[in-house]
Antibody, heavy 117, light 111 residues
Framework: EVQLLESGGDLVQPGGSLRLSCAASGFTFSTYAMTWVRQAPGKGLEWVSSIDASGGYTYYADSVKGRFTISRDNSRNTLYLQMNSLRAEDTALYYC??????????WGLGTLVAVSS | QPVVIQSSSASASLGSSVKLTCTLNSGHSSYIIAWHQQQPGKAPRYLMKVEGSGSYNKGSGVPDRFSGSSSGADRYLTISNLQSEDEADYYCETWDTNTRVFGGGTKVTVL
C-alpha cells in the first residue's frame, strides 16, 4: 500500500525558513516523480513544485520560485521542500503526492505551515 | 500554459446522478486531466484520469458509480447513485512539461 507521510510543518515568522519532509513507503520511490501541493485555509488546491524520479529536474510555481527548493533522497525514500523567505500567503496545508503517468495518484495527509508574527 | 475551469457548485438528490465539468483552455483541448475527491477535513483522493478520447482509468478502490467521459475541451466526472459520502469537493488537474494546474474545485451537495 502506498503511504506518504509529511512532517515539518510549524508556526514560523514572516521571513523565516522551514523544511518539510515526506516519507514514502509501499512503492519503489526512486522510480516515481513527486510533487508538493498546498491548500490555504478554505481555498482550493495549488501546485507548488515537482521533481523527477532522479532529482535531476525540478519545477516550481511562479509564486514560490526563488524561495522554495524541492529535493529528494532516494536512499532514504524521502522528499523535501526547503522553504525560505516565508510570507503570510504561504500559510497552508502542504501535501506531497506521487506522480504516475502525469497525474497525482497518491496523496499524503498533509502538514500545516502557518506564517505569522 | 494549460488552464482548467470548473463550476463552483453542484447538487443532486440522494440516489440520483450528477455530472461535473472541467473545461480546458484554448490550445490545450487535447490534454489529459485527473479528477480528485476531497471529503470535508480529509486529504484529496485520486479518482481517475480522463483522456480526450473519452477513455478513463480509475484509481484503486474507486467505486463503479464513478465514471469519466470527454467532449472537445470538456472532461466530465459522473457520479451515479449518489451517496451521502459523495458530498465533497472535486478538483480537476492537468499538467504540462514544467507545470501543473488545478481547477478551482466543484462543491457537490447531496440533497
Amino acid at each position: 500500500e502506498v503511504q506518504l507521510l509529511e512532517s515539518g510543518g510549524d508556526l514560523v515568522q514572516p521571513g523565516g525558513s522551514l523544511r518539510l519532509s515526506c516519507a514514502a513507503s509501499g512503492f519503489t520511490f526512486s522510480t516515481y516523480a513527486m510533487t508538493w501541493v498546498r491548500q490555504a485555509p478554505g481555498k482550493g488546491l495549488e501546485w507548488v513544485s515537482s521533481i523527477d524520479a532522479s532529482g535531476g529536474y525540478t519545477y516550481y510555481a511562479d509564486s514560490v520560485k526563488g524561495r522554495f527548493t524541492i529535493s529528494r533522497d532516494n536512499s532514504r525514500n524521502t522528499l523535501y521542500l526547503q522553504m525560505n523567505s516565508l510570507r503570510a500567503e504561504d500559510t497552508a496545508l502542504y501535501y506531497c503526492a506521487r506522480l504516475h503517468s502525469g497525474s497525482s495518484d497518491s496523496w499524503g495527509l498533509g502538514t500545516l505551515v502557518a506564517v505569522s508574527s | 500554459q494549460p488552464v482548467v475551469i470548473q463550476s463552483s457548485s453542484a447538487s443532486a438528490s440522494l440516489g440520483s446522478s450528477v455530472k461535473l465539468t472541467c473545461t480546458l483552455n484554448s490550445g490545450h483541448s487535447s490534454y489529459i486531466i485527473a479528477w480528485h475527491q476531497q471529503q470535508p477535513g480529509k486529504a484529496p483522493r485520486y479518482l481517475m484520469k480522463v483522456e480526450g478520447s473519452g477513455s478513463y482509468n480509475k484509481g484503486s478502490g474507486v467505486p463503479d458509480r464513478f465514471s469519466g467521459s470527454s467532449s472537445g475541451a470538456d472532461r466530465y466526472l459522473t457520479i451515479s447513485n449518489l451517496q451521502s459520502e459523495d458530498e465533497a469537493d472535486y478538483y480537476c488537474e492537468t499538467w504540462d512539461t514544467n507545470t501543473r494546474v488545478f481547477g478551482g474545485g466543484t462543491k457537490v451537495t447531496v440533497l
